[in-house]
């Protein structure tokens, strides 16, 4: 599938591609960027790049974490490539929240396939985020560019995008189509909070629970099995405003008791830090270093 190179940026030892591309699942034009890291570029390294997707929160586009999480230092200390993908189709034919609320709608696909009119045409970020978007990548840059976009891969993000992260990795786990997974103050009982329950009313129905628990990583960890010694890592600032209403990672913690992810999950609640951009930047170091670990590149 073709993507148009909209903008080539450079920044540290490699280049920001801001592409853009007609997806057939989600039936719009999608834009994604990706970070191109100093390995990318040398002549003399052609191991293969492994590949972290990012995925962003509420109302963010693929710029924010591309400006403002400097992932991009990281990629070139280990040698991987960053995709950061959109939050949601846009259009003008792509349906909104009807009352524009911010946390609904463009802008918050939740990353999961809608079921529910006017929604489901379009918003089928699941099948977009984990099957197309890799392959067509893959199929853009080609097998002799040395990018992994399909099997030594990551997966992370920060709110809504944790929750995807999160949910991906657990929907993929037997297929192991994710070596590594951490997430940033993310969503990890979307079943029992207002986010989640207006989201999942909205694009699953209101009156589908067994629906709503195949996107629900405080239920996927109680039916998919941990092959082994496999841990994800949580970051979660105190001072988050959302912590209380939204986050709660102590759902998580709770709904692992008991199961082969017991003590496999590790939320590091870090004092002080909120929600913004300075919270993710701030422990991007740390997350990189677990990814690069589970990536084989240290």
Same mark, same amino acid.
């Given at each position: 599938?073709?993507?148009?190179?909209?903008?080539?940026?450079?920044?540290?030892?490699?280049?920001?591609?801001?592409?853009?591309?007609?997806?057939?699942?989600?039936?719009?034009?999608?834009?994604?960027?990706?970070?191109?890291?100093?390995?990318?570029?040398?002549?003399?390294?052609?191991?293969? /790049?492994?590949?972290?997707?990012?995925?962003?929160? *509420?109302?963010?586009? +693929?710029?924010?974490?591309?400006?403002?999480?400097?992932?991009?230092?990281?990629?070139?200390?280990?040698?991987?490539?960053?995709?950061?993908?959109?939050?949601?189709?846009?259009?003008?034919?792509?349906?909104?929240? +009807?009352?524009?609320?911010?946390?609904?709608?463009?802008?918050?696909?939740?990353?999961?396939?809608?079921?529910?009119?006017?929604?489901?045409?379009?918003?089928?970020?699941?099948?977009? /985020?984990?099957?197309? *978007?890799?392959?067509?990548?893959?199929?853009?840059?080609?097998?002799?560019?040395?990018?992994?976009?399909?099997?030594?891969?990551?997966?992370?993000?920060?709110?809504?995008?944790?929750?995807?992260? *999160?949910?991906?990795? *657990?929907?993929?786990?037997?297929?192991?189509?994710?070596?590594?997974?951490?997430?940033?103050?993310?969503?990890?009982?979307?079943?029992?909070?207002?986010?989640?329950?207006? !989201?999942?009313?909205?694009?699953?129905?209101?009156?589908? !629970?067994?629906?709503?628990?195949?996107?629900?990583?405080?239920?996927?960890?109680?039916?998919?099995?941990?092959?082994?010694?496999?841990?994800?890592?949580?970051?979660?600032?105190?001072?988050?405003?959302?912590?209380?209403?939204?986050?709660? +990672?102590?759902?998580?913690?709770? !709904?692992?008791?008991?199961?082969?992810?017991?003590?496999?999950?590790?939320?590091?609640?870090?004092?002080?830090?909120?929600?913004?951009?300075?919270?993710?930047?701030?422990?991007?170091?740390?997350?990189?270093?677990?990814?690069?670990?589970?990536?084989?590149?240290?």
């Amino acid at each position: 599938m073709s993507f148009k190179v909209n903008q080539e940026i450079a920044v540290c030892g490699g280049k920001v591609l801001k592409l853009s591309h007609f997806s057939q699942i989600i039936g719009a034009s999608m834009d994604v960027n990706v970070y191109l890291p100093k390995q990318y570029y040398s002549k003399t390294v052609r191991k293969l /790049i492994p590949v972290i997707y990012y995925l962003s929160g *509420l109302t963010c586009s +693929p710029q924010n974490a591309s400006e403002k999480a400097f992932w991009q230092i990281q990629s070139d200390n280990y040698g991987f490539a960053m995709v950061f993908p959109d939050t949601s189709p846009r259009g003008d034919d792509v349906p909104d929240d +009807p009352e524009k609320a911010w946390d609904f709608g463009i802008g918050a696909g939740f990353y999961l396939n809608a079921t529910q009119e006017p929604y489901k045409k379009h918003y089928q970020m699941y099948d977009y /985020i984990h099957k197309e *978007l890799p392959t067509s990548l893959d199929e853009y840059f080609g097998k002799d560019s040395n990018l992994d976009f399909l099997d030594n891969v990551g997966i992370t993000g920060h709110s809504m995008g944790g929750y995807g992260s *999160l949910t991906g990795f *657990l929907k993929n786990y037997d297929a192991n189509r994710y070596k590594s997974c951490s997430a940033f103050a993310p969503i990890v009982n979307p079943s029992k909070v207002p986010w989640g329950q207006k !989201a999942f009313s909205g694009y699953l129905g209101s009156e589908n !629970a067994e629906l709503w628990s195949q996107y629900d990583p405080s239920e996927l960890v109680k039916k998919v099995i941990n092959k082994g010694n496999d841990k994800i890592l949580i970051h979660q600032g105190t001072k988050d405003p959302f912590l209380q209403t939204n986050l709660r +990672p102590e759902l998580l913690l709770e !709904a692992t008791k008991g199961t082969s992810w017991e003590g496999k999950i590790e939320v590091k609640m870090v004092d002080g830090f909120d929600h913004s951009y300075y919270f993710i930047s701030t422990f991007v170091p740390e997350h990189a270093t677990f990814h690069a670990k589970n990536l084989g590149l240290i």
